[in-house]
């Protein structure tokens, strides 16, 4: 038996947890489950890719940074994209969300989220066809290390960009004005709004780091796997098993339920075989769920 | 006679359309008195104190604040405007610890202000300090009101609006929490608070009025209204107030 699956787990579940925070974050705030979290993911994915092309176009092909795959053009092509995607979310929130949130039926919101979502994918399939596609073709040699493990460079960097953004994130929420009222806000609108929280400008953040985070996500799976219109959608059913089983609202819950459904998918497909990756995640959410119904770091309200 | 911080006019407000629970009501507040709203059960008192924190659609009517029009101002735009409300219920956030608690409010303060502002408020209440670390929620029903009115405190009101504060207390922290309201205002702040608690309430107010069917009915100083016939008459059909003191008690004390 190879320890490899732990990687391809940690990895999974890296990009499963970056999604899973911007679900728990609109869950716990909006209060709706945002089935178009997904599409954000390829909708960054795919900004993301046309400004390292408009950037190849512009400066010519520019040399990865060794040892990664991948040069400049591209870490410059994330943080535009990760504002492309807050920016959607917030075009979206305005000209939909918004406006169904303010008749107070949770219901409708998720029912246009679905159909934001099939939009939003409809889109990109048509604009740039349902073929996969790649940042780079380049092929990297793992490097052994040890245990019978094998990580590329890639891999390690994907990995420690995924723990900054979290220890980050988790940081602003504890530790900040900004984080306190989003937390405020999630226990008890009205009273947010009595000790002077401005709600819209709340959800305005909430918007800016669930798409920001999403878009990494989503060019995580770009880079390690590769770019498809339905890589989002994909991701909707592990990103919102993960938030359930961390508990809804943590950001170290969404994480630690990303990697486990990660790992647990990994070792599936090693141990019992490919077939069982879904049934495996599930299993184990349902398994966490009967014993506690709130999640791993979920807390009973009042 | 001293000036006006809160002049609430002819108020009218409701949840629907066409439908006003508080129905034409007016008071005023000045520098440094604790005025009490009574009125029986379903006078519309908590909605006439909720309008006018901006938490129900006002209709008519107007909300000046040390001489400022703040009829209908949006309900997050309150506190930087000198209102500070404590609703009834669900007060405090549950699952942030006290000093969390107590933060989250400091949102209009300069931040170099907000540490000694806290330390104020635990020396203030010092059942706070050794639960600064606490998940709010697992405080005792006084606790909670201590935290919830220190929270509304924190940012310098001009007036304290407060809903029942003794509502769903046990009768132990009842005159707790009435001895802090008289505390707060010692130290001057203006109060105003709503209670169905008519005896405790009165025992610290300097004026009171009585709230029937959305109206302002009847207005007086504080330690008179508790004998006053036409306030037992508004308050309670035909029953005195005082009649447990003096002996020919009816169905029982409301008060």
Redesign the interface.
Same mark, same amino acid.
């Given at each position: 038996m190879s320890l490899q699956f732990v990687v391809d787990g940690l990895l999974t579940g890296s990009m499963i947890g970056l999604g899973a925070i911007g679900v728990t974050l609109t869950y716990s705030i909006l209060r709706f489950s945002n089935f178009a979290h997904g599409d954000f993911m390829a909708w960054g994915t795919y900004a993301t890719l046309a400004v390292v092309s408009a950037i190849g176009a512009t400066f010519g092909k520019v040399a990865p940074i060794a040892p990664l795959s991948f040069g400049w053009p591209l870490i410059v092509a994330l943080v535009v994209g990760m504002a492309f995607t807050a920016l959607l979310a917030l075009l979206l929130d305005k000209v939909l969300f918004a406006r169904l949130r303010s008749q107070g039926q949770a219901i409708i919101v998720v029912m246009a989220s679905f159909g934001a979502s099939m939009a939003l994918r409809s889109l990109l399939e048509f604009t740039f066809t349902s073929r996969p596609t790649y940042f780079s073709r380049a092929i990297q040699i793992a490097m052994p290390v040890g245990f019978g493990i094998r990580i590329t460079p890639d891999q390690i960097a994907l990995l420690l960009l995924t723990a900054v953004l979290v220890l980050g994130v988790h940081l602003l929420m504890t530790r900040t004005?900004t984080g306190?009222?989003m937390? /405020?806000l999630s226990?008890?609108a009205?009273? /947010?709004?009595?000790?002077?929280?401005?709600?819209a400008s709340v959800v305005r953040v909430t918007w800016v780091i669930g798409g920001a985070l999403a878009c990494v996500a989503g060019v995580m799976i770009g880079i390690l796997v590769q770019i498809r219109p339905f890589m989002g959608f994909d991701m909707l059913l592990p990103m919102f098993a993960a938030a359930i089983l961390g508990g809804i609202g943590s950001i170290p819950g969404a994480v630690l339920g990303g990697l486990i459904i990660g790992l647990a998918e990994a070792g599936a497909v090693q141990l019992i075989g490919a077939e069982w990756r879904a049934a495996v995640s599930f299993i184990i959410l349902m398994a966490v769920l009967f014993v506690r119904p709130i999640g791993l770091f979920g807390?009973r309200?009042? | 006679m001293s000036e006006i911080v809160l002049d609430v006019r002819d108020l009218e407000a409701g949840y629907e359309p066409g439908v006003p629970i508080v129905r034409g009501a007016s008071i005023t507040v000045k520098k440094g008195e604790i005025v009490v709203v009574l009125g029986p059960n379903g006078a519309g008192k908590s909605s006439f104190i909720k309008a006018i924190a901006g938490l129900v659609p006002i209709t008519g009517g107007s909300v000046f604040l040390d001489g400022k029009d703040i009829t209908a101002a949006p309900a997050h735009t309150m506190v930087r405007l000198g209102l500070a409300f404590v609703p009834q219920t669900e007060n405090i956030f549950p699952l942030m610890s006290v000093e969390d608690n107590l933060k989250v409010a400091c949102g209009i303060l300069e931040r170099r202000e907000i540490p000694a502002r806290i330390e104020e408020m635990y020396a203030a209440f010092p059942d706070l300090v050794r639960q600064r670390r606490t998940a709010a929620g697992n405080l005792s029903g006084g606790q909670r009101q201590m935290l919830a009115v220190a929270r509304a405190l924190i940012v310098h009101p001009k007036v304290l609006v407060l809903d029942e504060p003794s509502a769903g207390l046990s009768p132990k922290f009842v005159s707790t929490v009435f001895e802090m309201l008289a505390g707060i205002r010692k130290s001057g702040v203006t109060i105003l608070l709503v209670e169905q608690n008519a005896k405790a309430a009165l025992a610290i107010g300097d004026r009171a009025y009585v709230l029937v069917e959305g109206k302002d009915r009847h207005e007086g100083i504080a330690a008179e209204l508790w004998n006053d016939p036409v306030v037992a008459e508004l308050y309670l059909g035909q029953r005195p107030l005082g009649a447990e003191k003096t002996g020919h008690a009816g169905k029982g004390g409301t008060a």
């Open positions: 004005q306190r009222s937390q /405020a226990q008890n009205a009273l /947010a709004r009595i000790v002077g929280i401005d709600v807390v309200e009042r | -």
